[in-house]
């Protein structure tokens, strides 16, 4: 993992971002309205707002999941607009990490293979996606729990395999939507406090989506969204 210092240049810029929804007889809905905003490699931001502002539109389109109507979106130096649809999964692939609420692991795979999916995807050689997955996966806490399948874990576990997966291939940037939001609320601040120190500790790029104001408040930036525009 990366320990350098973070640096100071925006690692994710976007510049007049619109997302406009076709919902039919000539209707459309501007979700997003011209939103511009710089995070800086190494931190830690979230995003707030009421339900239907817009926050989960924002993180799926700056992280190219969705595809934006207009304006630009660079990250780490790399216009994604521009990016055809297999030019955008690979980078997706290679240099995001994403944590979900739903977790989203393969439930026939054990701990340590759903970690080793990004790096044999990047074409890592079997053996050294193992040890660079088990050395993960022993950071967040799980080194017992390398063979264990999902299904054999608790919600907080697997969200600890879900992070070691998003952080195994030291991407540009991490993004999360709700990551807690499928926990009780002692483990909701355990997997919240394991982000901050694997922020701090290896200067990664989180950007969250959360609507918890206790849990925001600790990241070192709040970005508040409301119909679509920054607030």
């Known amino acids: 993992m990366n320990t350098e210092k973070p640096k100071s240049?925006?690692?994710?810029?976007?510049?007049?971002l619109v997302k406009t929804f076709d919902e039919g007889q000539e209707t459309e809905v501007q979700a997003l309205q011209g939103i511009s905003l710089d995070i800086n490699h190494g931190e830690i931001?979230?995003?707030m707002g009421p339900s239907g502002s817009g926050k989960t539109t924002l993180l799926n389109c700056i992280?190219?999941?969705?595809?934006?109507?207009?304006?630009?979106?660079?990250?780490?130096?790399?216009?994604?607009?521009?990016?055809?649809?297999?030019?955008?999964?690979?980078?997706?692939?290679?240099?995001?990490g994403f944590i979900f609420q739903s977790f989203n692991l393969i439930p026939v795979l054990t701990a340590l293979e759903n970690v080793e999916i990004p790096l044999l995807i990047a074409g890592e050689k079997s053996h050294d996606a193992k040890e660079k997955a088990t050395a993960m996966l022993e950071i967040v806490g799980l080194a017992d729990r390398l063979t264990h399948k999902p299904n054999e874990l608790s919600g907080g576990q697997r969200q600890r395999v879900t992070i070691a997966r998003a952080l195994v291939h030291q991407p540009?940037?991490?993004?999360?939507?709700?990551?807690?939001?499928?926990?009780?609320?002692?483990?909701?601040?355990?997997?919240?406090?394991?982000?901050?120190?694997?922020?701090?500790?290896?200067?990664?790029t989180f950007v969250m989506v959360t609507h918890d104001q206790e849990l925001a408040s600790k990241t070192q930036r709040i970005i508040e969204i409301e119909s679509g525009k920054l607030k």
């Open 9 to 16: 240049e925006a690692i994710v810029k976007v510049i007049d």
């Open 45 to 47: 931001v979230s995003i």
């Open 63 to 96: 992280s190219g999941i969705d595809e934006a109507t207009s304006g630009q979106i660079i990250i780490d130096g790399n216009d994604i607009q521009k990016m055809k649809d297999k030019e955008k999964t690979k980078y997706r692939a290679k240099r995001m």
């Open 172 to 204: 540009a940037v991490v993004w999360a939507d709700e990551p807690t939001g499928n926990l009780d609320r002692q483990k909701a601040f355990e997997i919240f406090d394991l982000i901050l120190e694997l922020n701090e500790k290896y200067n990664e």
